[in-house]
């Protein structure tokens, strides 16, 4: 069986992080494996508080997993400050995993910051370098590229822009712009489209962590970077269209849909 590696952190309320992406791992068939790097009380409506992991528990989670277990790929998501950005980076570095796809987690749904200012140099000077594929959404694409974003030819010199700081590919997600969801794609040399429909839901909480996640499974059982994005993008809009009503705010994402309605577990 195949294997990806989630560093992230934790969501208590189980639609984000951590949580989102072993459910992502496993709707693909492969096994998953988890670095806390934060812990989140959270739920469907807010952020309440973080809690970092000592860097040197961080660290002796990544190598206990390297040291004895083959890691097919690499997903990374909420990384909070940056000394944890360091110890990440260094950690990789000595280990060299094959496929590393960067989810650049900034802020939650509910508005609280999940990566701090100071750290956003440390994210683009140490870990978009390691990063076979980095997947910022427009805001966080902002951020990184100091400039704002509003058009498709805007998210085109955001790719390079971001593919300039050492990234091997780009994947800039269109969300948040007017129509459609297309996200775009940049590996160095040609820019593909991932067309996708938008779909009218409140219940779109750890779609970011979700869809990377997907990914970086794909990249895992040997799917082409551009083919893992393309089926990635089918998972999650099926996801996001049977998405779970649950909680009072944003609810989580339908990760295990194509599975439940096999077994006629499909809820209403």
């Known amino acids: 069986m195949k294997t990806a590696l ?11 992080g951590i949580q989102a992406d072993l459910k992502a791992f496993s709707a693909h068939g492969v096994y998953g494996m988890s670095v806390i790097t934060a812990v989140t009380a959270q739920n469907t409506q807010e952020v309440r508080s973080v809690q970092d992991i000592e860097i040197s528990i961080i660290k002796d989670q990544i190598e206990a997993v390297f040291d004895d277990i083959r890691v097919d790929s690499v997903k990374i998501g909420m990384l909070s400050s940056a000394e944890t950005v360091d110890a990440v980076a260094q950690t990789l570095q000595k280990y060299q995993p094959r496929f590393v796809v960067l989810d650049p987690v ?10 701090q200012l100071e750290a956003v140099s440390a994210l683009k000077e140490k870990m978009i370098p390691l990063a076979t594929l980095i997947t910022p959404n427009i805001p966080e694409a902002e951020v990184l590229v100091m400039d704002n974003i509003h058009s498709a030819d805007d998210m085109m010199e955001a790719c390079l822009s971001i593919y300039a700081l050492g990234a091997k590919a780009v994947l800039l997600k269109g969300g948040h712009l007017n129509g459609d969801p297309n996200d775009l794609l940049f590996d160095g040399e040609n820019f593909t489209w ?8 409140k219940n779109t909480h750890g779609t970011g962590c979700t869809l990377s996640s997907a990914i970086a499974a794909n990249l895992a059982k040997g ?4 083919d893992s994005v393309q089926e990635a993008k089918k998972y999650i809009t099926l996801a996001i269209t049977h998405s779970l009503n649950l909680g009072n705010g944003h609810g989580p994402t339908n990760h295990f849909y194509e599975l439940y309605k096999k077994a006629d577990l499909v809820t209403k």
């Open 106 to 115: 900034m802020v939650s749904k509910g508005g609280h910051h999940l990566l």
């Open 223 to 226: 799917i082409s970077l551009i």
């Open 6 to 16: 989630t560093i992230a952190g934790s969501d208590s309320g189980g639609g984000a």
């Open 194 to 201: 991932i067309k996708g429909t938008r779909i009218h839901t």
